[in-house]
């Protein structure tokens, strides 16, 4: 009792492991259960244009980084004929840089980016480096003491850093403040205003550019946005509404105090953004933004492509192997050999079913007719194994010329098929002839074909393809089940039917 119940418990731990992995497969690397999935991505372009009259042009974009808050950088591409292009810096400091000898006239450049949205917070973790000194002289005599006004009334209705800044916010809005109006009117937007007052009260914030994403919209701008560093981490906030986070579809363009582009060699410089929502399947997005996963490099898809392509075949015959163990032990119908109906479906996956139908039956035949005169040589088992082998390969080589002469491409795929054990096949059932007649024969090889068809049908689905080949792990259910079945000793399906009629007496 306590052995049948340790081995009960290792059945559930398998399964239990192969269904666990595939969630952390799942989850750490993106890849997804079903085949077919698709998510959205943003394709986003930035164009910028600017005039030239001749000699050297340089020219430097913001990038955002390679992980902004709520979406991960799938692609990244310039188009831009006759210059080059770099990509330099990391993080909150990327930047796209066109370079070219010589340029005259109007010049446009590209750069596009496929971005798909994650759950990512994408926090800057940059440490704050500022000195409020260098904002304390900033406004002339009558600004300064209108802004020393505001800021001292927003700093008696707050008591942390972000109810300063919405303070800030609320007074810079209102339209009675004639403090606020006064420093409306200087050159600076609302943004920077902002800024200037948290870096006076000794709070770091810093100066942010979003593209805010809407399906194909054209001509775009970023829009001005403050960060403010608080608790050790930075926070997004609408200098406008006071509205705290990132957006969901607020796309962080560009981070710090460096300008979004720089020209040299050129004038009257201009970007502006195109935008459009795509879908790309899931499965490639995995392969590609969660390159970095342990089960990334430890899956089968960093394998060379040939090697995939044997791999997907092999990963599916254990799910072949269930099929006939449920057939064999549950459902109680008889095959030719344990395995045999699995090599079948294999080879039935690389031609077809009807093919490879028509195929096995003309090859087991025409061996069962080859088999009949060996046996009256009187040769040894090991030579007429090894004779019957050569003459299989003479009828599959046969069957592969006549149908290539008749147009037909199935004869020759029929060399996909075991050509060892299609002769232990011919060599069984032609003994089983002998000893039980042509109905056990008929019997066993009817039920093999039945087999694996069925394994056939499953192997095919797309789910259970797309299941084996990116959770190989699922196999330990598989083989947990397996090894469960195999304590089955309780009646099959077939002995239910065949004694049905005791149920009347």
């Known amino acids: 009792m306590n052995q049948k119940w340790t081995f009960h418990t290792i059945l ?42 001749g000699g050297p042009v340089s020219a430097s974009l913001s990038l ?8 991960e950088l799938f692609e990244e591409q310039a188009a831009s004929p006759g210059y080059g292009f770099t990509v330099l810096g990391e993080g909150d400091n990327r930047r796209a840089e066109w370079t070219k000898r010589e340029a005259e006239g109007e010049q446009s450049l590209y750069y596009s980016a496929q971005l798909v949205e994650s759950d990512s917070d994408g926090a800057s973790a940059a ?46 809005n209102s339209p009675s403040s004639q403090n606020a109006a006064l420093l409306r009117s200087d050159t600076l ?48 906030v609408n200098p406008k509404t006071g509205d705290v986070g990132v957006p969901p579809n607020l796309l962080l363009w560009h981070r710090g105090g460096v300008s979004v582009l720089d020209v040299s060699g050129g004038k009257n410089s201009r970007v502006h953004f195109s935008m459009i929502r795509q879908t790309v399947p899931a499965a490639q997005l995995a ?72 195929s096995f039956v003309l090859v087991v035949a025409a061996g069962l007719a080859l088999r009949g005169y060996l046996s009256r040589l009187n040769l040894l088992l090991v ?25 037909y491409s199935a004869g020759m795929t029929i060399t996909f098929f075991p050509m060892i054990i299609i002769a232990w096949t011919i060599e069984r059932m032609s003994i089983l002839w002998e000893e039980d007649g042509p109905s056990e024969v008929v019997s066993q090889g009817g039920g093999s074909l039945l087999v694996a068809v069925i394994a056939y049908l499953l192997m095919q689905m797309p789910l259970f393809v797309h299941l084996t080949f990116n959770f190989p792990e699922l196999n330990l259910v598989l083989l947990a089940s397996i090894l469960a079945m195999g304590q089955y000793t309780g009646y099959k399906l077939s002995e239910l039917w065949r004694f049905r009629a005791m149920d009347d007496l």
């Open 12 to 53: 559930i731990l398998m399964a239990l492991i192969g269904m666990g992995t595939a969630v952390m497969r799942h989850l750490s690397a993106g890849t997804p259960f079903l085949p077919g999935q698709a998510k959205s991505v943003w394709l986003v372009e930035a164009r910028v244009d600017f005039d030239t009259t």
């Open 64 to 71: 955002p980084d390679a992980h902004p808050p709520g979406f």
């Open 127 to 172: 440490e704050p480096v500022f000195s409020s000194r260098e904002y304390n002289n900033y406004w002339e005599d009558a600004q300064e003491l209108a802004a020393k006004e505001v800021l001292g009334l927003a700093r008696g209705k707050s008591s942390s850093p972000l109810s300063l800044t919405r303070e800030l916010i609320k007074l810079l």
């Open 189 to 236: 937007g609302q943004a920077e205003l902002l800024i200037h007052f948290l870096n006076r009260a000794d709070i770091p914030a810093r100066y942010v550019m979003g593209l805010y994403l809407e399906d194909a919209r054209r001509r775009q701008i970023l829009t001005p946005m403050v960060e403010i560093y608080t608790e050790q981490e930075w926070l997004l």
């Open 287 to 358: 392969q590609i933004t969660k390159s970095d996963s342990i089960f990334s490099r430890l899956g089968v898809q960093r394998l060379p492509i040939e090697e995939q392509s044997m791999f997907k075949l092999l990963l599916l015959l254990p799910l072949g192997a269930a099929v006939v163990v449920f057939m064999r032990v549950i459902i109680g119908l008889k095959t030719s050999g344990t395995f045999m109906p699995v090599l079948i479906a294999l080879a039935f996956l690389q031609t077809s079913l009807v093919e490879g139908l028509i």
């Open 383 to 407: 030579a007429r194994i090894a004779a019957l082998i050569v003459l299989v390969i003479f009828m599959i080589s046969a069957f592969s010329i006549i149908g290539y002469q008749l147009g």
